[in-house]
């Protein structure tokens, strides 16, 4: 495992940057808000970006992927996390695509997986039903129960589903009801007894609560069981640990930007030596940040990787990120001031993203008491 | 002492009598309840009346003096009359910035004159003032103000903007800091002026805060007139008189926070029992827990600090400083709180607004948003810090940084 | 409760004031280290704080105590706590003195708090058998096994028990073998079967290991059960940390005067803002220690108080003096640079004593612990 | 590739067949190991034939230029060296400051003659070197610094103190910076010379530390003469030669720091196994859990970070000022995860010395005490701050502070 980029690497990450730059940053996520926009995102984005082949980076060629890896999709995420970019880019590759990928289901991939990278399919995954992450496999009360033939009715509610309206793949976490196993099924966006219900919340991202009144499925929509709801999470939350690291990186670098050029006593701000050393503090953990981040999204890529070194990745990743990106959004703000504090300003925007993110896939402490579970302790 | 119960005696009685029933039980806080000003905004009528018969006997203004419409009652009698109030859970009849700002400062600073025309319009609720001390380009270097004011026979021209003036689109009168004499050194070219906010080239424009509210203005300024007889404290004085008020808000800010503060323990476990739900007896998660614990402990020694400097300075020993102490750890302790309280609400604390979410659980965040500009207003942290290391600590000047 | 100094303590102060000052500060600790005194304190010292009548501050007149209070016993003990005192003086006027007062038997209360009070008795409590503070009461293997006629034999071992060599009075917990009751017995420091054996702390004040090899007592030694030692904990807790936030006090005074005298780059080093509000931030914390403290010991006065409310108050106290000490303490290192981690210098008494302070009776998130118990969560 | 395989077959039966047995698998660690010098105090016979037969070869600085006693290998090749060592697990036949500071040093800066006085007997382990850096007046703003070095014909008489040079007393010739023209500003007057410590004049006294130990010395200098010659890098240019000794230093202490935390995860875990115990199979008390758990991964994300920057530097990526982030956080890293262990043994970890206590648990709290220290020496944090602020941040300077 090399921590450093490739000339492969190098390229999309460069085209990552120019492209997610010329949309013109949180100015998007903003008019996208004012203008109540439904959808929530860009669908012409949406279909450059599976132009670029970007849907497809971390699916192998066989199933018309690029065939490169997480490694390759976190370069990208975390350019869109800079500019906190509200396509479902994760949503769609690394949860939806993870469990299709992963899955044990050929006719649910064949179904899906190349309209997903063709751009055609947004796709996403209902997990959740409390307020935090709880267990882990996380406790799931709705319920599949057979009806005949191998099918299944799903009943059940999932709340934080990210881009749960939009999605035209919905994989649902249902717990069987005689067998009590959890099972993830693919639901298309359009099935009879799905009924989904925007959430307007404070990052302005898409998001919904997502009921199940009695969808009817076959049994090749079934993906897999819990450790399959693992894999998919743990690679999202690489993903959004990415996201993430690219969103505290911008609000930083305004930050710097600001200290630099905000004038107090007749000096600039940032030659104040108490904001140095903040500045110097934030910037160190950046770094860890970032070493936790790309280690994570290698280790996603090894071969036969076992659950618990990809869970451990992942948390690590997790609650370093999750919390250095609430301190440097929380700093952010501090060290703008007053302007800071307006809507006006693109700051805010990170503050309330942090706090999203940091509940997301649960939050640092979370994770690390996954981390001194599946280290035995 | 016999004096204090014969009063007690007779407040209880008037107020037996004549506080609106509608209102007892609802004592309200600083920030909610009757603004007055031109433009009153009261919640019931019952609140109209019991502005106007606290106001007649200058009750909404206690400890004033008689002749500026003031109780002018001795503090002895004011903790008398304050304790009845309690004891009937009365809003307060009037709150604002002329009664804890403007009004001591005119007490202190102003002319005869200033305080015969300013102070009674205050007393009874007619005037509603704000503040305009900061500017885009002075913040925490608030003496490099620029908003000028330019002599004019017995008036000054005013030119400039104001930031961050809190409630400014729903004030009458404004008490602001101008320079007058733009040759002078920072402070020095300072003065005190009150404009009144309907003269002709006075524009306000609310500011959007992160949490969606706007409670704070703009103030333009485009050539206004202002009289030369509003100046306070005597022309390029200004800086004397806005130093005295600063200190007087920063404990104010300071024993707001220290009442809002009150029982964030109570609701965080609420909150964590919803959440996150008991074992064993015990709210489970012990790292939620400690944290809970954390709060409420920072809580109750903020607390009896606030009592401690109230409690030494009665006994005649201060304790120096206490204000930038207060505004500090008072400001940066709700920002945890409600931080926390949005944490342990986990998802159930990240919506913005519409269905799907509980009332409770958007203000909730709303708060929390608006509470990081707690550590910026007012002072910012970083400014009190130097404060405190400058003149409590006596560590040498690095040339204000 | 008031918070504020009365005529008569403001008058105490400032005698604790200037007698300690007068004993030189933590230059008598360290001679007494180097010239490895047997007693590990001073009995002339001794014999003059029983003269200025502080040993029986807290105690009754009816006992031959000054019938003043905790609060102003908290007075001396900050004083004391500032020049790092090793003086046994805690541990004989609030632990084994608390269990005399507050217990059941007048025989023991008249045999030993008079000479208490007038010096000739120094008094220690020996309740600590594992490494940490468990549960609340403390675990207790020592075992009080009836010996006829109401008699007990103690046998068992405890450790940190402060002065435990030095002492006249060693009180000791232990369970009754056939009841499981926790008592308190007061064995006198000459019975046959106590084994007492100095340990050498980093704070170098005197503790010792107390063995109890078969110690016969009458009944009248048993002072109490649980609810007693959680009382003189209770109250030892906070006299421990009136000590303190004198000692932090003193640390930071310390820092404060090297922050002014120490130049470097041609200015004090205490012009750099970056240090300036670290100190700011450390005076804060020590000012609500501060109220914590004064606001424990008042409530300790209180007629009637009840155990929840003096628990409370205790390990509000504790919790943020043994946080904020430890704090100071390595900042004062910090901040000295180079010097600070010479053994010539002061301030590292001032950190190692920090260390043996936060886990005396319990450390601070067994406190916090305790108030989330005491108030029901 | 072939000629590697070739010299690794070679390099193993060499290894295979001389290598002392009683050494191989004691690795030994930074600190710990053969230091050499004219006083050598070689742990056992074998550490000095080990010394004697490795030092032949070249092999104690493998990559230095074989005419000066080096090894003369390529960094391919001494890779491969170092994984043979590893296999075998032994431990580095020399340690020091020759060849990790002084040795890197004069092969950049020194002169020809220079190099073939002072390299060899380095490789060898004849002379063992100390850094005369910092004074009494100069710590962190170490170019204030004014041990006198004043010119006398082909020599300098040098007058003055360093403080806080690593094993000064065990150390037989010293690298340091001396002011060679008091007129110039601070940096300029510099110079960078050698002084053999037997030199009349010279004497050390150690410092006893807060743990007991005495790992620093002073050294005065009372009119010892030193040789022009022996001024590296050039006259008066010794700040240079100083900033690049300092920049290798806190690469080289970060390594150490992030050699040293390795499997600070399962000595807190055994520790507080002890002290606390299991409760339904998981440790018990989850704050203390979460703080190992904290402690591992801040432990992990360090170790990743080094990787990086090494794996960046190779790529040719390189994330700049590295030397200051490694010594910023693995010195903390390092006091954190000793203050916990202290903590987590409550009053085990409260002892001294003597009968009553652990000799591990002595050593635990003693290294506590020493960690101190890692955040002030090398270079205090507050300077590798100030560091990063400038140069990598490109904050504006605020006048050294």
């Known amino acids: 495992m090399k921590l450093a980029l490739t000339e492969d690497q190098r390229l999309i990450k460069d085209s990552a940057v120019t492209l997610w730059k010329d949309k013109g940053a949180v100015r998007r996520l903003r008019s996208l808000r004012d203008t109540g926009d439904a959808t929530g995102f860009s669908r012409e984005l949406w279909a450059e970006l599976a132009g670029l082949g970007w849907l497809g980076l971390p699916f192998p060629e066989e199933h018309g992927g690029v065939g490169l890896g997480v490694t390759e999709l976190c370069l990208v995420l975390e350019e869109a996390g800079r500019t906190l970019a509200p396509e479902p880019l994760l949503a769609t590759t690394l949860l939806a695509g993870s469990a299709l990928l992963l899955g044990d289901s050929d006719a649910a991939r064949s179904a899906w997986l190349p309209g ?21 496999p996380p406790s ?77 499925l076959s049994e090749d929509a079934r993906l897999g069981g819990a450790a399959l709801l693992a894999s998919a999470l743990d690679r999202a939350t690489i993903g959004l640990a990415a996201e993430a690291l690219g969103a505290m990186s911008a609000a930083f670098e305004l930050t710097l930007g600001w200290l630099r050029e905000r004038r107090q006593f007749g000096v600039p701000i940032g030659s104040f030596q108490a904001l140095q050393h903040r500045a110097a503090r ?42 250095t990106f609430l301190r440097v959004a929380d700093e952010a703000v501090q060290l ?42 | 002492m016999a004096d204090l119960e014969t009063f007690r005696a007779e407040v209880r009685a008037w107020l037996e009598e004549r506080a609106p029933a509608s209102l007892r039980g609802r004592p309200g806080d600083i920030f909610h309840g009757t603004w007055g000003g031109r433009r009153p905004d009261f919640e019931t009528p019952d609140h109209e009346r019991w502005l106007a018969m606290m106001a007649e006997r200058g009750w909404t203004a206690p400890t004033w003096p008689r002749e500026y419409g003031g109780g002018g009652l001795s503090r002895e009698q004011n903790a008398v009359l304050q304790s009845e109030l309690r004891r009937l859970r009365m809003p307060a009849p009037l709150i604002g910035f002329g009664l804890v700002m403007i009004g001591p400062t005119l007490l202190e600073f102003g002319s005869e ?26 913040g925490s270097d608030l003496a490099s103000l620029q908003l000028s004011a330019v002599a004019d026979g017995d008036r000054f021209i005013l030119n400039g903007q104001k930031i961050w003036t809190s409630y400014a689109d729903a004030s009458d009168w404004i008490f602001c800091l101008v320079r007058t004499d733009p040759g002078a050194k920072k402070q020095s070219g300072i003065s005190f002026i009150l404009v009144d906010m309907a003269t002709p080239g006075v524009t306000t424009r609310p500011i959007k805060l992160i949490s969606g509210a706007s409670p704070f203005c ?25 130093k005295a008020l600063l200190r007087h808000e920063r404990t104010m800010v300071g024993e707001i926070f220290a009442r809002s503060v009150i029982g964030g323990e109570r609701e965080l476990l609420g909150l964590a029992r919803t959440a996150i739900g008991p074992a064993e ?39 120096g400083a206490e204000s930038s102490i207060l505004k500090v750890y008072g400001t940066e302790l ?34 929390w948003l608006r509470s990081r500009g707690n550590t910026i207003e007012g002072g910012t942290t970083e400014i009190q810090l130097n404060i405190i290391a400058k003149h409590v600590l006596g560590l040498p000047d690095g040339g204000a940084r």
């Open chain 1, 116 to 136: 997903l990278i063709a751009g055609d399919v947004v796709g996403t995954l209902a997990w959740q039903e409390r307020a935090r992450r709880d267990d882990d």
């Open chain 1, 140 to 216: 799931c009360a709705a319920l599949a129960t057979p009806a005949g033939d191998g099918a299944v009715m799903l009943h059940g509610s999932k709340r934080e589903v990210v881009a749960g309206v939009q999605a035209d793949l919905v994989i649902v976490a249902a717990q069987h009801s005689e067998t009590r196993e959890l099972g993830l099924w693919a639901v298309p966006g359009d099935a009879a007894g799905l009924l989904r219900t925007p959430l307007s919340r404070i990052d302005h991202f898409p998001c919904a609560r997502v009921e199940l009144d009695g969808v009817r």
């Open chain 1, 282 to 323: 934030l910037y160190i953990d950046l770094e860890l940040c970032r070493s936790a981040v790309m280690a994570a999204a290698r280790t996603a890529d090894q071969p036969r990787v076992s659950a618990a070194v990809l869970g451990q990745a992942a948390s690590l990743a997790a609650a370093r990120t999750l919390d």
């Open chain 1, 336 to 377: 703008h001031g007053g302007v800071g504090m307006t809507d006006e300003h693109d700051i805010g925007f990170y503050l309330k993203r942090a706090r999203v993110v940091a509940s997301t896939f649960g939050d640092a402490a979370w994770h690390r008491d996954r981390w001194a579970r599946l280290a035995g302790y």
């Open chain 2, 113 to 138: 004159e200033q305080k015969r025309e300013h102070l009674p319009p205050i007393v009874r609720g007619e005037i509603r003032w704000c503040q305009g001390y900061s500017e885009p380009g002075s």
């Open chain 2, 218 to 242: 703009e103030v333009f300024f485009d050539d206004v007139p202002a009289l030369a007889r509003d100046v306070v404290g005597g022309l390029n004085n200004g800086w004397t008189v806005a």
């Open chain 2, 281 to 319: 007896g015990r709210l489970w998660d012990p790292l939620v827990r400690d944290r809970i614990v954390q709060s409420a402990m920072d809580e109750r020694a903020f607390m009896l600090t606030v009592q401690r400097i109230q409690d030494a300075a009665r006994a005649g020993q201060s304790p």
């Open chain 2, 334 to 367: 709700n920002q945890r709180r409600r931080e926390l309280a949005v944490e342990i609400a986990g998802a159930d604390g990240l919506g913005w607004e519409g269905a799907g979410y509980d009332p409770d659980a958007l203000a909730r965040t709303r708060d």
